[in-house]
C-alpha cells in the first residue's frame, strides 16, 4: 500500500504557546487511523496543522507524495483532502440538497465520483430531510450531512475531528457503520475521537498523543491487549 498522508517532526504554536512537538503520523492509502488522547493534547492542532488551517511552525506534511506544509487550505483541500470539522459547520439556511451541492462543486477528479444519489444511499435520513434547512436538522443528521458534505468533494483522504461527539447512542452506532462501510469501499479516513473500543474494532491503526507528542502508536490488535494504555492516555 502506498504512503497517502506522512507527518514528520511537526511543531506547530498558537502564538508563543507551542502545541506540536514532532508529531508524527502515517496513512497508507486505504487504511482508517485514529488520533487519540485526552483533551487538549494536540489532536485538532494537528489535523488544522494537515488542513493547513494553522501552518506547522516547522516540521514536513506529505500528501500524496507532495510537500503541503507550506501550502494553503483551499490549496490542500483541492488536492483531495476533506474534513468533518468539531462542530460540524453545517449552513444553517441551505437545505441539506443545497449544502451537499455546494460542496460538489470542489470536487476532484475520480473514477467513481461521489453523487447526491450516493451520499442519499449511505444516509438515507437525508434523502427524507433533503428539502430541511440546516438548522432545523437534529445533531445526528448534521454529521451525516457534514459527511456526506466532505464526500462530496471525493477526498483521498477523509477526516474526522470528534466522529461522534454529543450524538445519542443510536445516532453514534449509525456513524460507526457508516464509516466501516466506507472502509470497505476504500476510503482512507483519520478520526478523532474517545470511544477506543469501537474504534479498535474500526480501524487499522492508531496515534496516542500526549501534549502535542506521540507516545504510542500502533495496529489495532496491539491497542486492543493493552487496556492499561486506554486509561492512561485517553482516561477511559
Ligand atoms: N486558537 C488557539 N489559540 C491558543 N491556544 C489554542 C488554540 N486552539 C487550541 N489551543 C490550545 O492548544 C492545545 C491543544 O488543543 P487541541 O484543540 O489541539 O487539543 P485536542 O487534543 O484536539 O483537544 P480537544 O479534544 O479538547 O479539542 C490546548 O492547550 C488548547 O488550549
Not at 480501524?203 to 491487549?225: C, F, K, Y
Amino acid at each position: 500500500m502506498s504512503t497517502l498522508l506522512e507527518v514528520s517532526q511537526l511543531e506547530t504554536a498558537y502564538g508563543h504557546s507551542q502545541v506540536l512537538f514532532g508529531m508524527q503520523l502515517q496513512i497508507a492509502s486505504g487504511e482508517v487511523a485514529t488520533l487519540l488522547g485526552r483533551n487538549g493534547m494536540g489532536k485538532t492542532t494537528t489535523v488544522r496543522s494537515v488542513l493547513g488551517l494553522t501552518p506547522a511552525r516547522s516540521g514536513q506534511i506529505r500528501f500524496r507524495g507532495e510537500r503541503i506544509e507550506q501550502l494553503s487550505p483551499d490549496r490542500i483541500a483541492r488536492m483531495g483532502m476533506a474534513v468533518v470539522p468539531e462542530g460540524r459547520q453545517i449552513f444553517p439556511n441551505l437545505s441539506v440538497r443545497e449544502n451537499l451541492q455546494a460542496f460538489a462543486a470542489k470536487r476532484n477528479q475520480h473514477a467513481q465520483p461521489w453523487t447526491l444519489e450516493r451520499v442519499y444511499a449511505l444516509f438515507p435520513r437525508l434523502q427524507e430531510r433533503h428539502r430541511h434547512m440546516g438548522n432545523q436538522l437534529s445533531g445526528g443528521e448534521q454529521q451525516m450531512l457534514a459527511i456526506g458534505r466532505a464526500l462530496m468533494t471525493n477526498p483521498y483522504l477523509l477526516i474526522l475531528d470528534e466522529a461522534t461527539e454529543g450524538l445519542a447512542p443510536l445516532i453514534r452506532e449509525e456513524i460507526w457503520h457508516c464509516l466501516a462501510a466506507l472502509r470497505a469501499q476504500g476510503q482512507t479516513i483519520l478520526v478523532i475521537d474517545k470511544y477506543v473500543q469501537r474504534l479498535i474494532a474500526l480501524a487499522d491503526q492508531h496515534t496516542l498523543i500526549e501534549r502535542g507528542q506521540v507516545v504510542w502508536q500502533g495496529p489495532s490488535e496491539a491497542l486492543a491487549s493493552q487496556p492499561e494504555l486506554w486509561q492512561r492516555y485517553i482516561g477511559v
